[in-house]
């Protein structure tokens, strides 16, 4: 009775958090790992990926397995402008809670950088996971990119555009599939006055969108957007990259929720907010089908 009273209070107590404020917030973020359960995984903090302090990762391990698990690399959204790896705790134990080795990347940021060094960074960080994720458990043949918003773009790039990993002498067929969240993946002209400088507005580069960057040998996608996310219009985006994909042959699978927002659905992995949207179930779906490989 009593850990059920305590359940229902700490669901009420995110739930009116995320009411006062975006989830993008700290002290969101921070009430969602205070209620995140931490006796589901085991994690190794810190692992340095490179020589800046801002290239750094965690690994969330699963408990009582015996085997390789599959991977997933996660980039958390922000703007390319804040953010850091210890606020995503929840994205570590829920993959974790479900046999998933998790691997939060931090990257550099603006106005310490500008594009394209985020997504030189994110694909150093896999680059790091396929190399050295057999050490924590994980399978090096199965590993998956991940990202909300700005993180969903880092994600794209990595998959889509062969450059970055390249540098590794690694090329995107070396990952089984990646998964967007709410992703800017076609966004000229800018219109955010935040991402503008960013992206050397006026002079941005037309090869910094993901869109333009498909090809048939790119990996299978999952795409997740929500109908009511008024920050990155989903029909522009999700769908259009979706469409994209699919007429060169490349396997998506493409899920809209209506009960989130473009800062909920990525807080819908937490544990008190499973109920808006299935989407922890939807990108363990993904990743146990093989990148929808196996699938029905």
């Known amino acids: 009775m009593k850990h059920t009273m305590f359940m229902k209070f700490c669901i009420l107590l995110v739930a009116f958090v995320l009411v006062l404020g975006a989830i993008t917030a700290c002290s969101s973020l921070q009430t969602l790992n205070a209620v995140t359960p931490s006796n589901t995984y085991h994690k190794v903090a ?35 402008n804040s953010g850091e790896r210890n606020d995503y705790q929840f994205i570590g134990e829920a993959l974790a809670s479900r ?20 997504i030189e960074d994110s694909a150093h960080a896999v680059s790091w996971t396929l190399k050295e994720v057999s050490r924590y458990g994980g399978d090096s043949k199965r590993v998956y990119l991940m990202g909300h918003s700005a993180g969903a773009y880092n994600a794209a790039m990595v998959a889509l555009d062969p450059r970055w990993l390249a540098v590794h002498g690694l090329t995107p067929a070396a990952v089984r599939g990646w998964i967007g969240l709410a992703g800017p993946y076609d966004f000229i002209p800018i219109t955010n006055e935040a991402t503008r400088p960013v992206f050397l507005y006026p002079a941005t580069p037309p090869e910094s969108q993901p869109i333009n960057h ?73 990743v146990a089908s093989d990148g929808g490989r196996n699938m029905p």
Request: glycine residues 6%.
């Open 46 to 80: 810190d692992v340095a990926y490179g020589t800046d302090p801002r290239q750094k990762l965690d690994v969330y391990m699963p408990l009582n397995t015996n085997r390789p698990a599959p991977v997933v690399v996660f980039f958390y959204g922000g703007n390319w």
């Open 99 to 118: 046999g998933i080795v998790a691997v939060l990347a931090d990257y550099r940021l603006y106005p310490q950088v500008r594009y394209p060094s985020f």
């Open 214 to 286: 498909v090809s048939a040998g790119a990996p299978p996608a999952l795409l997740i957007a929500s109908h009511k996310d008024n920050l990155v219009d989903p029909v522009r985006n999700t769908f259009g990259l979706a469409l994209k994909l699919r007429k060169v042959g490349v396997r998506v699978t493409e899920v809209y929720f209506d009960n989130t927002s473009h800062s909920t659905l990525i807080a819908a992995i937490s544990w008190p907010l499973r109920g808006l949207a299935p989407v922890l179930d939807t990108v363990e779906r993904f």
